[in-house]
């Protein structure tokens, strides 16, 4: 596909990338707060503009950036990425510093992600999760950023997704960290977040 | 009446004031223009260049006559400016074999191909001041004819290579990645591309000391001067879209192979092997050194018992950076009032106690 | 200003600040843990707030308003040069008022004003790894850390008590992360040691000269390490600012002749100035007393 197809990525480089990473930095600090995310760029379908965004704010030639199944079909997303970002493309989850995923009842387990070392736990795959819907009921969450307890669920996520996030806590400091974004908001759970188990 | 200083804003604009009058000196003394620094101070814009990691020989000579001369100050400036630049690529590998010789010398044998070229070099002067230097006087007309070779002339350490008498330089894949250790933070143990990417950006004043402390026996390596060469060398770029390589220009560069004796280990024969140093510009006290560390930092590679200051990789690594060590040591300046305020409190509370202790053991 | 025509909005290329900013992500995700980062050369010499320095520039935005402290003062030189800085290469609002910031870089301080949801505080930090002086070889931190491996802490803490009676660590004094990691404060005074718990603002930590970035999310358990028969103490001081009155506040003490005269004001400049000028209006919180 030609350059002058790419759909255009921020509209000004320097201060949309600053505006975008301080609400994720805002969601990583404050888990399970669901903030709107304003993204005025205009990513090729399915991609949503929020997870667009996170994914140009942060990637660049030095990371790597795994795509799903729902998007590695498709040319258009991955050349949209690599035009504006110069990331590179992985070709499997396990090693990627980023993973943006789209169908994510069909994800890899969290487990199978970059988990980081003993020594350099945040060398670990930051994952973009796409939903439909985040909400601030079901699971509950304790931990740093979250004064008392804080509820959380997204969907659509695996069946077993509570069970994986206890064992992605019980894995600290080695983790992933998810970022959560539907099509206007965005929110997260880094590996922190200690969730209360409930039968 | 005690006012909380004010006024910080004010002070540092008249100190800045101060400096630029005491850089000018002597306003009746004509001021140094950058080419001047340039052409006639060429050894500390080389060392500039070389420990700044920019080889901008002008920036370097505007750098020192900011600086009034410390380089350290003027290497902080370059660094500082470098920082800001885009990356387009890395080059690759310069051929110091293919060097347009300006000086070669070896310690290990009296001829050899290639031939000793004794160059531009202070060795051999009798250091006694030189009044006529005082005077203004025009280029001195060179004499003697300078032989131009056009013949390749061969690393000293290959022909040993040859001989199978020294380790192998390790086989790097063309086009592996190289480490840089201003994109991607050091981590221990740390490659010796990286090793040797921070001694070339590191402090000549440390290396030398380094350097020196292996021949007095602190991690002796026997050290031989297999070859010191001085010259212009080109740089290649081969960017990515061209798929082939295109000349960036020519850049003079300082390369020493040292050879050492080596007794063997259970893995290798006893063999020579090799320490390496290279820097910007005629830099020989710098490449002799680096090369001296090189060889002493590979003791854990080589099996050998890492007791000195020299072959200890991190304690080396962390220091040698004179940006780095000015900044931390000269930050002694900045106040430090309320850590210095903790402490106040907590003598004289242990003062207080033992004052107390010696009271009541006095009274028992 | 000339200036931000030739470099990017707060000097930093995109580059850079991309790669401070996943650090930054990751330190936020593992509270207390030290992230490695390529932290580059800047204009101002290491040592002197260039940790810092990057992490604001990589956080800071047009529509910020930055506050620089050194010491508790908004006035001292560096304090005062960094904020020029920030003024010339992002051309951001800077306020001397703890309250109006967004952002507050600091050296050695923690505002005595209590900091709010929202706010950032960046401090300088020259040596992160609390181990250090216990332990100068980073191999070795890196892996007690990875075991949660702090007995060296315990046995140095131990022996001030054997030989002291108590633990004469007077600033940086160690904290324990959340349950898990040993973190440095940074050369605050233990003073402000408490003022880091369950703190509402987030809080990032930058060492240039060291590479490292470490950060506290808000409402985060920072416990300084003590004994169950020798629990921590901050520091008191018996007595209050000489200029505002205030008490249980951080107090400098300035010499005032050479015959011995010397008296105790407080640390935090703006903390000082706004208890002894009339309230503003459009200030709240500015006569919160501290906790």
Known sequence: ???????????DSVHDAQRVFRAVLGALARPGRIARLDATL??????????????????DFETTVWLDDGLSDDSEVAEFLRFHTGARLASSWREADFALVTVPERMPALATFAQGTPEYPDRSTTIVIQVEAMTNAGWEFFGPGIPDRVQFSAAPLPLDFQRQLAENRARFPRGVDLIFATAADIAALPRSARIVERA | MYVAV?????????????????????????????????????????????????????????????????????????????????????????????????????ATFKDLPGGQVLGPTFDYTHRLLDDGLNDQVPAAELTHKIAHDEAAVPHVANLLGAQGLIEQNPEVEI????????????????????????L???DEGLLLALGYSTQRGYGRTHPFAGEIRMGHVEVHLAP??????????????TECEMVNQFKGSAESPPQFTRGYGLAFGHSERKAMSMALVDRALRARDLGEEVIAPAQDEEFVLSHVDNVQATGFVEHLKLPHYVDFQAELQLVRQMRREWEEANRKEAAE | MSDAAVYNFAYLDEQTKRMIRRALLKAVAIPGYQVPFASREMPMPYGWGTGGVQVTAAVLGADDTLKVIDQGADDTTNAVSIRKFFERTAGVATTTHTSDATVIQTRHRIPETPLREGQILVYQVPIPEPLRF????????????ALEDYGLMHVKLYEDIARHGHIATTYAYPVKVDGRYLMDPSPTPKFDNPKMDMCPALQLFGAGREKRIYALPPYTRVVSLDFEDHPFEPTKFDRGCALCG??????????????????????????????????RAAAPGLNEVPR
Do not use: N, W
């Not at chain 2, 006639?40 to 500039?48: C, E, F, G, I, M």
């Not at chain 2, 879209?241 to 850049?251: D, M, T």
């Open chain 3, 134 to 145: 216990l332990e100068p070889r980073e191999t070795e931190t890196r892996r007690q850390h």
């Open chain 2, 200 to 202: 070339a950006r590191g």
């Open chain 2, 175 to 198: 086009g592996a990645p190289v480490g840089d250790l201003t994109r991607d933070p050091l981590a221990f143990p740390a490659d010796r591309d990286l090793r040797l990417q921070s």
């Open chain 3, 246 to 279: 205030a008490e249980g506040i951080y107090l400098d003490e300035v010499v005032t002749d050479d015959c011995g005269g010397r008296m105790f004001v407080c640390s935090d400049t703006d903390f000082c100035e706004s208890r002894r000028t009339p309230p």
């Open chain 2, 6 to 106: 004010k006024g910080g804003e004010a002070a540092i604009a008249a100190a800045h004031a101060l400096l630029d009058k005491e850089r000018r000196g002597d306003p009746t003394v004509p001021a140094l223009t950058t080419e001047q620094i340039r052409e006639q101070l060429a050894l500390a814009v080389d060392r500039v260049t070389c420990e700044g990691s920019l080889y901008d020989r002008d920036l370097a000579a505007l750098a020192i006559k900011q600086a009034r001369g410390d380089l350290i100050e003027a290497v902080f400036l370059l660094r500082a400016y470098r920082s800001t630049l885009p990356r387009f690529g890395y080059a690759t590998p310069i051929e110091t074999g293919a060097m347009a010789i300006r000086r070669r010398i070896s």
């Open chain 1, 42 to 59: 205009v990513p090729p379908p399915p991609l949503h503009s929020t997870a667009a965004a996170i994914l140009l704010a942060l990637a």
């Open chain 2, 240 to 253: 990515e879209e061209l798929g082939f390589e295109v000349s960036l220009g020519e850049i003079v560069v």
């Open chain 1, 1 to 11: 596909m030609s350059i002058s197809a790419v759909a255009p990525g921020f509209t």
